[in-house]
């Protein structure tokens, strides 16, 4: 587990992203930090990340989790993260790696359900169970067969069937930051970010103050009526 990837890929003195350096290794016994970070970058996506070993592990996951155990997500393997980043919501520059926004979308602690979980992530096979605010219950992560480079980074993340499975879009009923309870647009406002382009990541999608694109084009395009004399 190492960050030179993660560290590589930033430039520190423009990007409010933590770099995890100096960073004090936690006690051991003390429980694993678990979160997931909606991200409007070039693509709407949720980040899925697992301490283990002094980082955090991650997954980007394109469209959500889900708690039906009867669908399976995509969810592609990339570089460890810093602990320190799960805490980390606000706006990445454009023209950085991961442009865009982020939110806090949901966070806890997690545990392992296996005995050996190297040799469960060696295997592609790990099986957990979540604490968060939203995400409970377990759950279950598996290396698939891939395509080329990305042929050992696709994996699945599947909800076992428990008391906490259900069929309802947790994305959509649950938009919101479990930290500041603000949507991803209202994060970008806040941040000097790309309003527009964080509101598409939103159920509403709509833009503060603003009408919906498609209204207001459509409007502009309406010939106004004159009035007879």
Same mark, same amino acid.
């Given at each position: ?73 995509? @969810? ?43 040799? @469960? ?77 964080? @509101? ?13 694109? @498609? ?15």
């Amino acid at each position: 587990m190492t960050l030179n990837e993660y560290q590589k890929k930033r430039h520190f003195g423009v990007t409010p992203e933590p770099s995890g350096k100096g960073k004090k290794p936690k006690d051991q016994g003390t429980d694993l930090t678990y979160v997931i970070q909606k991200h409007r970058a070039t693509n709407l996506h949720y980040d899925f990340r697992l301490e283990w070993h002094g980082t955090l592990l991650s997954w980007a996951v394109p469209k959500g989790p889900s708690r039906d155990p009867s669908v399976k997500r995509l @969810a592609m393997l990339v570089e460890d993260h810093p602990i320190d980043y799960s805490g980390f919501e606000g706006v990445i520059p454009e023209g950085e790696y991961g442009g865009g926004t982020v939110m806090v979308w949901d966070n806890g602690t997690w545990e392992p359900e296996v005995e050996d979980v190297d040799a @469960a992530l060696q295997k592609g096979d790990l099986k957990f169970t979540l604490h968060g605010k939203k995400l409970k219950g377990s759950w279950v992560l598996v290396r698939t067969r891939g395509y080329g480079r990305s042929s050992d980074k696709s994996w699945l993340l599947i909800k076992h069937r428990d008391q906490f499975a259900s069929t309802a879009d947790i994305t959509t009923e649950e938009p919101r930051s479990v930290t500041s309870k603000l949507l991803l647009a209202d994060i970008a406002r806040d941040g000097g970010g790309d309003v527009e382009k964080a @509101a598409t990541g939103d159920p509403s999608a709509k833009i503060p103050g603003q009408r919906p694109a @498609a209204k207001a084009k459509l409007a502009s395009a309406t010939p106004k009526r004159r009035k007879r004399l």
